[in-house]
């Protein structure tokens, strides 16, 4: 049963019924491919017969084009068969050629192809003559051609005969060749099949799973197949094969089916037709880069055919798609066709294509895109497109499609081949900003491949600072070759130059080694502290001397920050070093009190690199902008930019999140903030790298602390520290580390140890010479040491906090000391509290800073007098818990500050919070929310 059809219907019997009275005619019936053109033809030959009319039938394939006569054999052997007329020629003629084939050598004898023709149109025009004959020829496009070139001489030669000659056809393929545009233009009765309605195909649904068919189901089945007869006939097949109820819930494995079907339909339509699938297969391979003279080269097809073919793919549905006015491949097509095509030669056409491109003049980027996708290029040609489309894609700022070419270009280099060492540095190259260990890798290789130590010192001494890292085994690897170039004083020009910056990178990679640092600061005496006039190699060189004796402390800080400044004051935001130098030298400035220098020098570089910069630079600038702000006591500020900075690098470039890490961790001690503590941790920076080792033991003692374990944070730290003091990192003003072991052995119970490990920072930091750093060292002495020697450390320290203007030390110092000089000196001593809290007063609103650099002791724990924090309402934070459980005790804001040993302002603001977490309005209602009974100010209620 035909579903709406009926004006097709109604059009085959009025072409049945004109041929009857004698009006010969051509009837063309088209459409898109499962439309349902065979079923109409089918149709016609039904009713044909029931009109009494003859009716002879053939079908043609494309796999039968090669047969001749095929189709012509198919409509008239029953007549053939059954015998004729002895006397009539052309019957003879028609059996004769049926039965002993065709001669394609003759031209006009009994066999010949002009007799065959010849003698099909006298037959079936002498039949006619009796009754009315339809002819019926299904898919006209795959007739042979003897059969068509009948056909062709039939259809113009109708006149006057009740002969009707139906051919079934898509639209698209009458340019394929001008015998089947011959036949159709004869066509006085054209129709064309079309897709079934969504009504229809909800009938249909319904037919197949019930009345209760849902909708949505019927609709997707309608979206997916666009009505197509076929598609849908057997997309509701397949749906009952697998148990499908035509629900809703079944919508996405319907869809599942439908490309799957898909696919399998256009997988079946390249298999059988050669034009379709190298079309199709040069759409494919050529991508984006499609072009009609293209796509008939790589293809081999005649515009014509092109043109076809692009009008199949469109009709079949699914197979391309418009993009920006442009006809691409879908993914289902893509698949199909490398699914169909095979690896092997999939790789011959990219090279083919890759050639036609560069033969139309294509840029190299082009002509890579293409050779990138060939197994086993192994010619010299391929590889110089390669190299010159990676240096193009770099020159665009591209460097992940840079690096690509180059190496894929490096993978088809043969290992003997005097370039590959080149393209190993153009590589290492690309990859700096973006894959520095990849670069490092790289630069590494090419190295060894070079053919002398010239050319080896060359090449790694362009390794920027940043990259080389502390790497034991570069450094042995720099030592090698630096000393094959003989002694500086020996040199000059540009080998002084290159000798200077090998050593600069040797001394970075090492600077973990114990002896090398030791050597650091004779080096940099016998280079003099005087640098105004060094060169640019060997500013670099003193950049990391100067990060060397920063780390061990051996050189007196006035000296470091003179020429650290110096060096700042030499260059500019703008200069190709400054991304080595923002590693170093913000550190050193920081740890030699030069906190507004490096700030001046940070806020210069951010003002220079207003433009796009590479997410690495980014996050090294806001990482050691994180460390400044924390020195100011910024701590809200310093958290926000530590996190932003290990945003902007991620985890995949582990070198360049050294600094963001260690910033992050730095917050995180200061705010005694867990989470921060534990994403610290989560960071995977290099497993050499002692910086990220000390790290990691520091959260890890930190959390360790948090918990209540202070035997298991010890452990930790002290960890951490003697690996530093095997390194030679003994500077405290860096990595305070004897700080932290003495307040968890004060913790502990261990008083003596506490005090010799903080007696010890005192005098590092004495010999230091950092103001801020002997300051911090006598805070810590001054309250792990009890009685009137500690309240005279703790003098000594306010009063180098201020001479050296540090508000927020002092702030901190000042209540320290008032608190202990009430024991001894009670006015005294309240005076010095109260000029303490006035401070962190002026602070707090001055600066907007968090009350936690207030409280809390920078780069330090609070080892002594800390109140104990109660357990918390899990909506509280600590702090905010504490000050609820005082004031349940009775306790006023103005004691609750002053035992915390904060502003009041502070208290009023945890209160706030607090009221607001708990869901009450006022101090009377914390004692229920918090679940405690209310007792008197002395102590908590029992």
């Known amino acids: 049963m035909l579903r709406e059809r009926g004006p097709e219907l109604r059009m085959l019997r009025e072409a049945v019924q004109e041929v009857d009275s004698g009006r010969g005619a051509v009837l063309h019936i088209g459409g898109a491919a499962g439309t349902g053109r065979t079923a109409l033809a089918r149709a016609l030959a039904e009713l044909a017969q029931a009109e009494g009319a003859m009716v002879l039938k053939a ?20 007549l053939v068969s059954r015998g004729g007329d002895p006397g009539d020629t052309s019957h003879g003629m028609l059996s004769a050629i049926l039965n002993g084939g065709l001669d394609q050598d003759s031209e006009l004898g009994p066999g010949s192809l002009s007799c065959f023709v010849h003698g099909l149109h006298a037959t079936l025009k002498r039949l006619s003559g009796d009754q009315t004959v339809v ?124 490309g799957s079907l898909r696919r399998e339909q256009l997988r079946g339509l390249l298999r059988r037709d050669r034009v379709v699938s190298a079309f199709a297969t040069a759409m494919v391979i050529l991508g984006e880069q499609a072009t009609d003279v293209l ?228 080096r940099l005496r016998e280079l003099g502290f005087d640098g105004s006039r060094a060169c640019p190699a060997e500013r670099e060189l003193r950049v990391v001397l100067l990060e060397a004796v920063t780390l061990t402390g051996e050189v007196h800080c006035a000296e470091v920050a003179r020429m650290a400044r110096q060096i700042v004051a030499q260059v500019p935001a703008s200069s190709v070093q400054i991304s080595s130098f923002m590693q170093i030298l913000p550190a050193v400035l920081l740890a030699a009190d030069q906190g507004d220098a490096a700030s001046s020098w940070l806020e210069a570089v951010l003002a220079h690199t207003r433009r796009p910069a590479p997410p690495a630079f980014q996050s090294l600038v806001q990482a050691q902008l994180a460390f400044t702000q924390l020195g100011r ?53 290099s497993e050499t790298d002692l910086r990220m080792y000390t790290l990691r033991r520091t959260m890890r003692g930190a959390l360790a602390e948090g918990a209540g374990d202070h035997e298991g944070a010890l452990a930790q730290v002290l960890d951490g520290g003697n690996r530093l003091e095997r390194a030679g ?22 008083r003596s140890e506490a005090v010799a490990l903080a007696e010890e920072h005192l005098r590092r930091a004495v010999a230091w010479g950092s103001p ?48 202990r000089m009430r024991t001894t000196s009670p006015a005294e001593g309240e005076r010095v509290l109260a000029h303490g809290m006035r401070l962190a007063e002026q602070l707090l609103e001055s600066s907007g800073a968090e009350e936690g650099i207030l409280t809390r002791t920078r780069q330090r724990p609070d080892p002594v007098l800390s109140p104990s924090a109660p357990a918390p309402a899990s909506r509280l934070t600590r702090t905010e818990a504490t000050v609820a459980e005082l004031a349940v005790r009775g306790l006023g804001n103005h004691e609750i500050a002053t035992r915390l040993e904060i502003s009041r302002r502070a208290v009023e603001k945890h209160l706030t919070s607090s009221y607001r977490k708990l869901g009450i309005e006022r101090r009377a209602q914390l004692a229920d929310a918090l679940g405690v009974v209310a007792g008197p100010a002395g102590g908590p209620a029992g």
């Open 59 to 78: 079908s043609a394939a494309e796999s039968e084009r090669d047969l001749p006569v095929g189709v012509v054999r198919q409509l008239v052997n029953p």
């Open 135 to 258: 002819a019926v020829v299904d898919d006209l496009h795959w007739v042979d051609e003897a059969s068509l070139r009948a056909l062709a001489f039939l259809a113009t030669r109708l006149r006057g005969a009740r002969l009707l000659l139906a051919v079934t056809a898509p639209d698209a393929v009458c340019e394929r060749a001008p015998l089947v545009q011959e036949v159709l233009d004869s066509a006085e009765y054209r129709l064309e099949s079309r897709a079934f309605s969504p009504a229809t195909t909800a009938t249909l649904a319904a037919q197949r799973f019930g009345a209760d068919c849902d909708p949505a189901f019927a609709a997707v089945c309608h979206e997916v197949t666009g009505g197509v007869p076929k598609s849908l006939l057997a997309l509701l097949d397949r749906a009952a094969a697998q148990r499908l109820w035509g629900q809703s819930p079944d919508v996405p494995r319907m869809r599942e089916l439908a």
């Open 295 to 522: 796509l008939a080269r790589l293809s081999e097809l005649t515009p014509a055919e092109c043109r076809t073919a692009e009008s199949v793919l469109r009709r079949m549905g699914g197979a391309v798609e418009e993009v920006v006015g442009k006809l691409v491949p879908t993914p289902a097509l893509t698949k199909v066709v490398s699914e169909v095509i095979g690896s092997a030669e999939s790789s011959r056409l990219h090279r083919a294509a890759a050639d036609h491109l560069e033969e139309c003049g294509a840029g190299p980027e082009e002509v890579a895109g293409q050779l990138v996708q060939v197994d086993g290029m192994h010619d010299r040609r391929g590889l110089d497109l390669l190299k010159a489309a990676a240096v193009s894609a770099r020159r665009r700022g591209a460097p992940e499609t840079a690096v690509r070419y180059f190496r894929r270009a490096l993978l088809d280099s043969p290992p003997d081949d005097g370039r590959r060492a080149e393209l190993l540095l153009e590589l290492a190259a690309t990859e700096l900003d973006a894959w520095p260990a990849a670069a490092k890798q790289h630069l590494v290789q090419a190295a060894r491949l070079l053919p002398d130590d010239r050319s080896r010192a060359v090449a790694l001494s362009w390794m920027p600072l940043r990259v080389s890292g502390y790497d034991p085994q570069l450094a042995e690897l720099l030592r090698e070759v630096r000393g094959k170039l003989g002694p500086e004083c020996a040199l000059s020009g540009h080998e002084r130059n290159v000798a200077l910056r090998l050593e600069a990178r040797w001394r970075q990679a090492g600077m973990t080694d114990g002896k090398l640092l030791a050597t650091a600061g004779n």
């Open 633 to 685: 006591g910024e701590v809200a500020r310093a958290k926000e930019t530590a996190i932003k900075a290990v945003d902007l690098v991620g985890g995949d470039t582990q070198e360049m999140i050294v600094t963001s890490a260690l910033a992050l961790g730095a917050v995180a001690m200061v705010t005694r903030d867990v989470e921060l503590a534990k994403r610290a941790l989560e960071i995977t920076g």
């Open 729 to 750: 990192w003994r500077n405290q003003a860096v990595l305070p580390w004897l700080c932290l072991a003495a307040g968890l052995h004060h913790r502990l119970g261990q």
């Open 772 to 819: 801020n750093g002997i300051g911090r060292a006598s805070h810590v002495l001054g309250l792990l040491t009890p009685g009137p020697r500690g309240i005279e450390h703790l003098r000594q320290a306010a009063e180098t906090f201020r001479q050296t203007g540090n508000r927020t030390e002092l702030s901190w110092t000042l209540r320290r000391l008032g608190k």
